[in-house]
């Protein structure tokens, strides 16, 4: 498929008309500034977006959102909503890293306090949660345990002692989607994932100790337990192994599927089946299985990072008010409400490196922040700030209730390892007051920076 060229619509929003003769069923909707929107023209992103454009029972138009660049078919920093009776659901659409995510957790220490013993506790933090390529965690699951968290998760950690049920109250689906199946995960991912559960695992993924700089919402701050200084630590990870197998199981059996159901897409990597279909229940039951996975991953985490703070500080867990504020996924399908062209539709949202923006009073936000707007967290890279922001009405026209889901990386890992060297990371991270500790050489160099764009300039527009 050629690409048009996108023209301007708005202030930082542009499109591309559907084209018929391209094969495109609706338009696509870029935001972005025009220095993004260079960046993403120079690479295959809008091309991504535009060849989603084309899958059947696509509506309203594919979204490229300001941190969007090239992924696996769909573009990471993508959204597509698909008529749930009619459309197709696809694995490339949600990633390999099924249920990748962020939970923020807040404190009652102050930076001068954590300052004085930083090293002490990323050392201690480091040496109590695994984290690298291939990382295990640290315990053994049976295969009818492994069964109850991808059928529980977090609810499945919290009755084994990591954490408490207020944690399960303040996550996206209360951290258990319903209808996740265990049979429909291959042998495959169950041995991947039953060994890795409770670790980091690698690239992207970390667990940073924050202070809050800047508060705009005093009453949203005041909601979420923050205050100005406050320290806060945001972890993000997925579905580790478990997750990629799923995804490559599924991305298998639509490719198969596709000629049973006369699809014909412009790049394979799309691979796709209808919501409805046997496979496409089989895929949703297995991803769901993820979903529930990465929850129960993150809630393991959390408990240890707790039992971190209350070593080095030599304080108890009420002492020190380690809360949850939110969890929220960021690379995930399944079905909502939204109004389209007039009317309500059920659709299949796909969300892969785009995060969930709900308005106030939407069900689906946790009943301690209805009233206010789901809250939404957006990481940025190790040198920059990450962002709390509160969803808005306007999303939902924009992009079916979607905003950001990080900087968006706009070096790749081969290009950072050439430029930059592991001192040159570090040093330049010491001299802002960051200290970083890696597994590898390689696990520094490849998240410098400046291998990612400016997440405040994205988010500021």
């Not at 930076?111 to 390529?133: A, M, N, Q």
């Not at 060994?195 to 909601?223: C, M, T, W, Y």
């Not at 802002?432 to 500021?460: M, Q, S, W």
Request: negative net charge; charged residues 25%.
């Amino acid at each position: 498929m050629s690409s048009a060229a996108p023209r301007k619509i708005g202030e930082n929003q542009y499109q591309i008309d559907a084209d018929p003769n391209l094969g495109m069923r609706v338009p696509v909707r870029i935001y972005a500034d025009e220095p993004l929107m260079q960046k993403m023209l120079s690479g295959r992103t809008i091309m991504q977006a535009q060849n989603v454009a084309s899958i059947p029972g696509i509506v309203g138009h594919s979204v490229v959102l300001p941190d969007g660049h090239e992924g696996y078919g769909f573009p990471v920093g993508g959204v597509a909503a698909m008529d749930a009776e009619e459309g197709m659901i696809s694995p490339g659409g949600v990633g390999y890293d099924i249920n990748c995510g962020v939970r923020l957790l807040r404190s009652n220490l102050t930076e001068d306090i954590v300052r004085s013993k930083l090293k002490e506790l990323v050392t201690d933090l480091f040496s109590s949660i695994p984290s690298g390529v291939g990382s295990k965690g640290a315990i053994k699951l049976s295969p009818s345990e492994l069964d109850e968290v991808l059928v529980r998760g977090v609810n499945w950690a919290i009755d084994h002692g990591y954490g408490s049920s207020d944690d399960a109250d303040v996550c996206e689906e209360n951290g258990q989607i319903q209808n996740a199946d265990p049979d429909k995960v291959s042998d495959k991912a169950r041995k991947r994932g039953a060994p890795q559960l409770g670790s980091l695992g690698s690239g992207n993924h970390f667990l940073e100790v924050q202070k809050v700089s800047e508060i705009h919402d005093e009453e949203a701050a005041k909601r979420m337990g923050i205050e100005e200084g406050t320290i806060t630590v945001l972890i993000h990870c997925g579905s580790r192994g478990f997750g990629h197998q799923v995804c490559s199981d599924y991305l298998r059996v639509a490719e198969q599927a596709m000629e049973k159901y006369d699809i014909h897409l412009p790049d394979r990597e799309l691979a796709c089946v209808p919501n409805n279909s046997e496979e496409g229940e089989s895929y949703r039951k297995a991803m769901f299985s993820a979903l529930n996975f990465a929850w129960s991953n993150r809630q393991m985490l959390t408990h240890w990072t707790r039992n971190s703070f209350q070593r080095v500080f030599n304080q108890s867990e009420s002492d020190l008010d380690m809360k949850l504020v939110y969890d929220v996924a960021h690379n995930i399908a399944k079905v909502e409400k939204h109004k389209v062209d007039g009317r309500d539709r059920n659709l299949v949202v796909h969300r892969k490196g785009a995060t969930r923006a709900f308005p106030a009073n939407r069900d689906e936000i946790p009943l301690k922040y209805r009233d206010l707007g789901q809250p939404v967290l957006v990481p940025g890279s190790m040198g920059t700030s990450s962002w709390i922001l509160l969803g808005q009405p306007n999303s939902m026209n924009l992009s079916f209730g979607s905003t950001a889901h990080g900087a968006g990386r706009t070096m790749s890992r081969s290009k950072a390892r050439r430029n930059f060297t592991e001192d040159d990371v570090k040093k330049s991270l010491n001299d802002k007051g960051i200290f970083i500790k890696a597994l590898t050489r390689d696990g520094v160099v490849e998240e410098t920076p400046e291998a990612y764009k400016d997440v405040d300039a994205l988010l500021n527009f």
